[in-house]
């Protein structure tokens, strides 16, 4: 759906370069939630602005569904943004117009639609945000969480295949988040519909996306699907944004505890499994067939996206030969695992 | 009684000469006001455009429109009515009588409003322009659709400054042969000492003053939702 290739963006001032996005190259399928993780500064907002030309890239090509937007002209370029739909952080609505009117805007803008068409497609689009009633009121009355549903209609009235986001969810509760993110994921599924989006909310990826791309200095530093990028990012600066404080902190001190403990015997392992293995009794098949003893130190069990997983750290009580056999259980189960120490 | 003591007070009122006067008033008003929107709202749009950062940002264009304006702001208003004369007579045939002051009027008050409708413009949030982009709104589009009614209700306020700033000009602009109430108040009040129709004057203004804002607050509040 989205292709960049070697996209690079600066804002040159007379003493620096001031490069932006340094090389960026992604590929976005059709029908994927594709999350840009990335602290503020890291080039988020600038790479969204260059999806859609809003800021011309100096280098590189972006192919939009087979377009590339770099070669158009101005007006060929406001055809195909009629085609991408973009909600915002604080959703952009028009005071002055109504509900009705605010989701009716694009279709106005494109001009060739009576008025029961555009009637037509506001009604439906307010109904599945679950706003029907709110037609005629104005964007001051409404909530955050509100506010964005009627920015997703006004993204979704031209029926776009792309919706653009720009960090949709950063000025709303974690409460309304939950709820904007599940309308998200219900838009992209029913509707095929393939999402960009940018956020530095590792809630976001988690609960939507498919696939996702790191961006630190301007440059994609680890990309990959969801659960692979979330359980065991490579990179330091993905592992330090995504592992939280509190469990890095306690990694250390296990670290530390054990750098004094003689017994060499005691093995640290952070196990993680995602899909059916989940369910699997997995700690005691290895205990039992590998005759190890084991205490949990630490553990989560949760979902990526629609898929559960579970993230332990295990203290292994065993000799080398033992941790082998368990470490080979382990793989053929499809459990992923990492010794600690 | 007291009906006598009232005309007793005001003894020198020729009521159907402020009617009159009223009338040359509300005419000057009127149609200065409707001219100094008609060409401030353009100017104010494109000052706005052309400036930094701005769609159709243009270095040239919005020093020369900028510095034309400052220029207009800064002459008294009393000197424009007199330097305007001959421009006055060529555009209304004449640079006396109510008619007469429309022209300074309005070339006197539209720079204060292209200005004011130039900030209104500023304070629309970046996001906005962000999103009508990405929507593949063109630029008129995006002041037809998008900037003009973003900035109503701040234009109707900026009509109404303007319009009371109109009130006064045109009391100025009687004293040069335009008529009106501040004719009046000069010549009966000022030069034949007859305080009465200069309060009586003074009075009117003062309600014709009230009565703008009073309409402009409500039409805000009407159109702030």
């Avoid at chain 2, 006055?88 to 429309?102: E, F, P, Q, R």
Wanted: charged share 20%.
């Amino acid at each position: 759906m989205i292709k960049i290739n070697g996209l690079s963006k600066s804002y040159p001032t007379k003493k620096n370069k001031n490069l932006i996005l340094d090389n960026i190259s992604l590929d976005v399928p059709v029908g994927q939630v594709f999350g840009i993780i990335g602290k503020s500064g890291a080039g988020k907002s600038t790479l969204l602005k260059c999806l859609n030309l809003l800021e011309r890239p100096d280098s590189g090509n972006v192919i939009i569904d087979g377009v590339d937007l770099t070669t158009l002209s101005t007006s060929e370029l406001r055809k195909e943004r009629q085609q991408i739909g973009i909600i915002f952080q604080h959703f952009n609505l028009l005071s002055s117009k109504t509900i009705f009117d605010n989701v009716a805007l694009p279709l106005k803008l494109q001009g060739n639609h009576n008025k029961a068409e555009i009637k037509l497609a506001v009604d439906e689009m307010l109904a599945l945000v679950g706003l029907t009633d709110f037609a005629t009121k104005y964007p001051a009355s409404l909530s955050g969480g509100q506010k964005q549903r009627v920015g997703i209609a006004r993204a979704l009235i031209t029926k776009p295949k792309l919706l653009l986001s720009d960090e949709a969810t950063s000025a709303l509760d974690p409460q309304t988040t939950s709820s904007i993110l599940e309308l998200l994921l219900e838009i992209n599924q029913k509707m095929g519909i393939t999402i960009f989006l940018i956020t530095h909310e590792l809630e976001v990826v988690r609960k939507i996306c498919d696939k996702v791309a790191v961006i630190d200095g301007g440059k994609i530093i680890e990309q990959g699907n969801a659960f692979d990028i979330l359980l065991h990012p490579q990179q330091p600066l993905t592992r330090k944004l995504i592992i939280e404080e509190e469990s890095e902190k306690y990694l250390e001190q296990v670290n530390h505890y054990y750098q004094f403990e003689k017994s060499s015997n005691k093995h640290i392992l952070l196990l993680s499994f995602v899909g059916d293995a989940t369910y699997q009794p997995i700690l005691n098949i290895i205990s039992k067939s590998a005759g190890v003893e084991f205490s949990i130190l630490r553990g989560e069990l949760g979902r990526i996206k629609n898929m559960p997983f579970g993230q332990l750290l295990i203290e292994f009580e065993c000799d080398e030969k033992n941790l082998a056999t368990a470490c080979k259980i382990m793989k053929e189960m499809g459990v992923h695992y990492e010794i600690v120490h | 009684m007291s009906l006598a003591i009232i005309n007793d007070l005001v003894s020198n009122v020729d009521w159907s000469e402020i009617n009159d006067a009223t009338l040359d008033t509300l005419f000057m008003l009127g149609f200065s006001v409707l001219f100094s929107t008609i060409i401030g709202i353009p100017v104010g749009l494109i000052l706005f455009l052309t400036s930094k950062g701005r769609l159709l940002q243009n270095r040239f264009v919005y020093m020369i429109l900028s510095f034309v304006v400052n220029v207009l702001r800064s002459v008294p208003f009393i000197i424009l009515l007199i330097v305007m004369i001959p421009a006055t007579t060529m555009l209304v045939g004449t640079s006396l009588g109510a008619k007469g002051t429309i022209p300074p009027l309005v070339i006197g008050a539209f720079p204060f409003f292209a200005r004011l409708v130039e900030n209104s413009l500023k304070e629309i949030d970046d996001g906005i322009f962000h999103m009508a982009e990405s929507c593949g709104a063109s630029t008129r589009q995006i002041i037809w659709h998008i900037l003009l009614p973003e900035i109503m209700p701040s234009l109707i306020a900026s009509i109404t400054v303007t319009a009371i700033a109109l009130v006064s000009y045109t009391a100025m602009a009687g004293t040069v042969g335009g008529g009106g109430l501040g004719d009046l108040a000069i010549r009966y009040g000022y030069q034949r000492f007859q305080t009465d129709v200069m309060l009586i004057t003074v009075v009117l203004m003062v309600v014709m003053v009230q009565l703008i804002q009073i309409c402009g607050d409500f039409l805000v509040k009407i159109m702030r939702k």
